[in-house]
């Protein structure tokens, strides 16, 4: 799996984060990406790829403040080929890496 964490030696406040897409997919194979915590529970929009490959997340209220320690798990919902969405972790997903 894909993790992002975050380490802050005082209390911040991270409102958003960008994510690239890079690798052999493309922005079709990728319908939305989002950010989970370790418990599994949403922590940011859920959001599709820009024309440049960029993924703009924004943290929901609750997540925003970091004092300490934040993983984050990087998730995206893929489009298989009969056009259904399946969410899969971005390690699980072969050619669709941001």
């Known amino acids: 799996m894909d ?3 975050f380490k802050t030696s005082e209390e911040v406040e991270i409102s958003k984060v960008v994510l690239e897409r890079y690798g052999y997919s493309t ?15 949403v ?13 703009k997340l924004t943290l929901k209220k609750d997540y ?3 004092d300490g320690e934040l993983n984050a798990t990087v998730v995206l919902e ?6 259904t969405p399946v969410a899969t972790s971005v390690a699980t997903q072969p050619g669709a890496t941001f």
Request: proline share 5%; charged share 20%.
């Open 27 to 41: 922005p079709t194979n990728v319908a939305y990406v989002w950010l989970e915590n370790e418990e599994g529970t």
């Open 64 to 66: 925003k403040k970091v």
């Open 3 to 5: 993790i992002l964490t």
């Open 43 to 55: 922590i940011t929009n859920k959001a599709p790829a820009d024309s440049k490959g960029q993924v």
């Open 78 to 83: 893929s489009v298989k080929t009969n056009g």
